[in-house]
């Protein structure tokens, strides 16, 4: 369980006068970080810490020579192009980095002027990843998604006997994930119709996007150390959205028996910035489960995480068209929904990924799953919105879809808020569809 | 299909006199390439070239500035310790090196002298992982390995649908992949018997190895940029010895619907050596399937892949138990087959993978899936031998064996040879399994 500080008081104001404004996805109390620079620019992306509507460039406040100490040794670590190395420094010194933030960018900061200089506003920067990713897992944590495309791919077999003892997760492809803002084409691949005698090859006719939280490991494990239930914060950076898209038919006919492979190594979408395990320790919440369901084997189990190991984590996806794009409509809301419905909570995927052995590295990269809530409206996919493309789905300007079509691109946002505490948003992921070759 | 040239002349003998002894795995038509450092030097690695019983110490030879153009950046960049950089500048420059090498080390060549300072013997160095892996994907390309560990698993439905369409793969876990020579606990994990209510946790109780080729990409390819099946040759740079453990018992319950995960992302091995496709060539030979067998589709086809696309490597896998070792016994064989009963070949396997737009980066690996041929005495794992732990194994000296036992190391061995070529052999991959924590 992560504490509460200063850093999470909800009175903190900042100098930087767009963090105050409500509903900014990055007051004081956030502090996420992203690797940028100024777009076109051709300089070196280095790391750096959104405020209201600026990055602090981490690499310019390095430069000041204002810190000391730990925080001098962070800033040193974000200067770079990857945040792996602050990555790899461990819980303390994300939190001593934080902290001396927090303090020089509220307001009657004796830092102001220092930190001014630092400023570049997020309008003018591109992002890059944030981090070389090593290794991606992808897990599978809402029961409501297995459950009702498990009930699509099994009609008499919806959820599997392991769901509810296994955090079931599979190693994903790490070299196709790119930063919010790309296009990619839409892949091409072996489909075969139920009642096709043999394949075919061409464009995927389903394809679907998977709204998910990205968890980015810090501090790694070595090889045969498993990572105990709650020893799990020690070791995770931070949280970011994610769309793992999908090609629903290709998936159809490769998975068996080993899994999703084409149908999703074609792209996948991380927003830029990071928010901190810490940032959010106001959003933990507990973890339950329904009565009926098993109680998990001891090592996913344990009071820290009964207590605190769920996110109060509000999660969105909007659909723009292009023809909504040339009405100069806004993007149609297609769902909400909340990572508090996960049946498994991060620790529970850490611990569970590191029973094994298996070392994780500073950047390795988890995906929640695609995350839908109880009912019908709350799921993360078109697959379980058009339950399996039988049903389209109006939208707004007369339009309707069952997968994406060419042009479609796919907004994700999250936020967290609650009475008492700040509200911290997560911005967005976004990327766009272009026709297959 | 890869040419021959003069490098592959079986009549070349080296000044290396234990390169021309017979059987040895590296003679002058060999030349392969791993990454090393005198054993216990704290020396950086860096990359060499094996040569009978010797290295080649690449970063060395680059110093004596010997070389020029294309083979003294190909030196400069296997100075390193990893062959990313060289493996990235494609097929000319690794050819370019080849010749050079080839001819410096010829009887009677100019450069003897400056090569043999820059010898340093097999037997005082140690190695590391060739390259930096940024994705691994485990392929199933045996069709004998798949029906047979099918049978198991789903005895009504042994081999899918699918597995004459697709060459079936999956994304395996990168950071546990070590080199030859290590040591590594024995998982722990959930499993379920088949008549128990519950899964139980504890030590994995059928841990297998899994014999496989693994294949290194060299060139890479753009996201959305397929590579064709003919340009494969362009971007594989070489194959080597794989061992994929496997925790059968973990796998049997976790793996459904998304695949493997912990029973395999515990460890696995690669032998030490990259043999280029180059030196290969001599052992392209025909791939042909059944004329049962589907037509492939036409990204998986062509004249050139019919005619070369198969690899003639033999490969064998020896156990050595702790009784074995105390008694002075040696190794005893397990198995013998050849990569050529593989279903899909390694022009399949990448044309496959990037089809769908997916990017492959230089030192991104492939296994082959475990290779069995077609007879019960030719599957490369024990799940197989065993006929699913049901038929216990008997070892000379009196032991016997269904699964792994604490203790045992596994040893791989590769050679390719026939007649009018050199036999050219992949040294070994072995590690050991001890106890669980």
Request: charged residues 20%.
């Amino acid at each position: 369980m992560i504490s509460l500080n200063e850093t999470h008081d909800i009175g903190l104001t900042s100098w930087v006068s767009s963090a105050n404004e409500p509903n900014n996805d990055f007051p004081i109390q956030n502090l996420p970080f992203a690797v940028f620079r100024r777009k076109g620019s051709g300089e070196a992306f280095r790391g750096g810490v959104a405020i209201g509507d600026q990055v602090i460039d981490l690499k310019a406040l390095n430069a000041t020579g204002l810190f000391s100490g730990l925080v001098a040794e962070a800033l040193q670590a974000c200067s770079s192009d990857s945040l792996n190395r602050f990555m790899s420094m461990g819980a303390e010194a994300w939190s001593a980095l934080r902290l001396q933030l927090s303090r020089a960018l509220r307001e009657g900061s004796e830092e102001e002027a220092s930190l001014a200089s630092c400023l570049v506003p997020q309008a003018e920067v591109e992002y890059s990843l944030p981090c070389h990713i090593g290794d991606y897992t992808d897990f599978y944590t809402s029961v409501y998604h297995a459950t009702s495309v498990g009930s699509l791919f099994r009609p008499d077999n919806p959820l599997l006997p392991n769901y509810k003892w296994v955090p079931i997760g599979y190693h994903g492809r790490s070299s196709s994930i790119q930063v919010s803002g790309h296009e990619f084409r839409r892949p091409q691949g072996q489909t075969k119709a139920p009642d096709a005698a043999e394949p075919s090859f061409g464009p995927c006719r389903r394809l679907d996007y998977e709204l998910e939280v990205g968890i980015y490991i810090g501090a790694g494990n070595d090889l045969g150390e498993p990572i105990g239930l709650d020893k799990a914060d020690q070791h995770v950076f931070g949280l970011c959205l994610f769309n793992d898209w999908s090609a629903r038919d290709i998936q159809a006919w490769e998975y068996q028996p080993l899994g999703p492979f084409l149908s999703k190594s074609f792209a996948s979408t991380v927003s830029p910035w990071i928010v901190t395990m810490e940032a959010l320790a106001p959003y933990q919440t507990e973890w339950t489960r329904d009565a009926a369901d098993p109680q998990p084997l001891p090592y996913l189990d344990s009071e820290t995480n009964r207590a605190s190991g769920g996110m109060d984590m509000a999660l969105e996806v909007y659909l723009e068209t292009d023809a909504m794009r040339s009405a100069n409509l806004p993007a149609h809301k297609l769902c909400e929904t909340n990572f508090r419905h996960s049946y498994w909570s991060i620790g529970q995927m850490v611990a569970h990924h590191t029973v094994n052995g298996c070392n994780l590295q500073p950047g390795d990269f988890f995906g929640s799953g695609t995350q839908s809530g109880p009912s019908q409206e709350e799921a993360g996919s078109l697959l379980e919105l058009s339950r399996g493309g039988k049903e389209p789905i109006s939208l707004p300007n007369g339009e309707v879809r069952t997968f994406l079509e060419d042009g479609d691109s796919v907004i994700m946002k999250g936020f967290c808020q609650r009475p008492g505490a700040a509200r911290i948003g997560f911005g967005e992921a976004t990327a766009k569809v272009l026709p297959a070759k």
